[in-house]
């Protein structure tokens, strides 16, 4: 049976304080105590239920974590103020000086520039390996290895990680395999396949209204308190910390994720075969052609489909470009970095979210100037967008 994230979600029953169906928002940046005692203990963190000040916990910020670590199938979870705020102090936390990560070499280009441009300045290296290759990634591994670095569906080129594959590697070599799971929730639960730590942009998907930044750590409570730690604990001290309106906000927002997942993915599906269909190169994991379309299907929670996002090259930049304009311009969507949106969202990630990437290294990795990143929205008629899409790419003679 595989786990069924969105029923954890849905399980979890709140009220607020005066009856309310949604939970109060703490409005406080500090807790009163009735007792000095019950003060010393809370800071102490003995003291259960009891709140001290927002940068180390509030009621909000415990309810989005405490539901999506019922989504993501982990003990306990950590809400940050960014994607990017979630993933450097998990980074750090298992980090010292001299220690080396493997990571794949497609990720999220914040990330990359994080591993390649700031750790080294603390002495921490990162080997970048094509994560779809188990021996180079086994190969990339040294006695000072502590983290395994992967995308469950890469950015932007939609590899798939073999995530049970380096699960075991992780285990062989005693590293924490560590998973950003951002372009596939629901769809694939990391933890569940030997995933340590799992990491959102809270941002894209699962808040899916493009209104604000957020992120989550996902894990053990071991480690989601070494997170939290008021001595050392990365998250507590580097002080990403997330507003109690805006969990409120999301946690609201992600009671409707798996309606969403399910409708950006058939809208995905359906638009990926026709793109294919006329002959663009086309890469979505739901895609019989695509490499990683069988490992996907092996690890997927099968109701939510195979995700919003897909790729099509359509040879050259100025193409894209052309193409992208007019498509805004017959209002199929914006062209804009980030995903999620109820609105299709593209861009060129060469020139956008990937230009951390050297280009040589972009060229390397399949990375073409003519690739466009389509983060397909919840049209009703899907097969209206289709027709429209198609006479512009008509009009700009990509087809
Ligand atoms: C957007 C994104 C991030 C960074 O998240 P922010 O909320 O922008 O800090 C990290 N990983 C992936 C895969 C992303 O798409």
Redesign the pocket.
Known sequence: MKYKPADKIQDLQYFGEFGGVNPSISDSSTYTFLSAKTMFDTFEGNAEGCYLYSRHSSPSNLYLGEALAAMEATESATVTA??????TPVLMQLCNSEDHIVSSRT??G??YAFMKNFLPKMNIETSFVDITKLEAVETAITSKTKILYC?TVS?PLLEIANLPALADLAKKYGLKLVV?N??SPLSITPSQLGADVV?H????FINGSSDT???VVCASAEFIDELRNVNDGACMLLGSTMDSFRSASILKNLRTLHLRMHKHSENAMYLAKKFEGLGLRTVYPGLSTHKGHQLFKKMMNEEYGFGGMLTIDVGSLDKANTLMELMQERNLGYLAV??GFYKTLFSAPGTS?SSEIPENEQEEMGLSDGLIRFSIGLDNHIDRTFQIMKSCMEEVEVL
Do not use: P
């Not at 960014?82 to 993933?87: H, R």
């Not at 942009?201 to 894209?204: D, H, I, R, V």
């Open positions: 960014s994607g990017m705020g979630a993933i990720i999220y914040g990330t995308e950015n950003d951002t372009f990491i942009s809270l941002t894209k930044v957020g992120g980030s995903l979210t």
